[in-house]
């Protein structure tokens, strides 16, 4: 089953910076789109940051000027910098590649229309 791997995933404290990577598994096409969820136990999964084709980007909210999600075409990876790291951005971060939904991006890039899905990765943030 063809797949995206995360990796950068661990411990910080508060304030500090991760920067998470989404690779595709041998044989994945080309990441042509993707998005960042999370989830912590007992909560539903929301959209954190999410790119389109043509590079339009967006964001929840709660980490709006502190995330900023790129893909790099030529390594086929998606990214996730996350700077001023909060006790609350704590969760299970998942990648997910290659958006099949409608064509306003801005209003259904946070859906879980995506053909590929990584395993995810646990971010912690100490305070």
């Known amino acids: 089953v063809r797949r995206l791997v995360e990796s950068g995933g661990g411990s910080v404290q508060a304030g500090g910076s991760l920067k998470l990577s989404c690779a595709g598994e041998?044989?994945?096409?080309?990441?042509?789109?993707g998005a960042w969820f999370r989830q912590v136990p007992g909560k539903e999964r929301e959209g954190v940051a999410a790119i389109d084709e043509s590079g339009i980007t967006i964001y929840a909210d709660s980490v709006e000027g502190r995330f900023t999600i790129t893909r790099d075409a030529a390594k086929n990876t998606l990214y996730l910098q996350m700077d001023a790291l909060y006790a609350e951005d704590s969760a299970l971060y998942t990648c997910a590649g290659n958006f099949y939904g409608a064509a306003d991006f801005r209003i259904y890039g946070f859906r879980p229309l995506y053909v590929y899905w990584g395993q995810g990765t646990q971010i912690t943030v100490s305070s």
């Open positions: 041998g044989g994945t096409p080309t990441i042509n789109s």
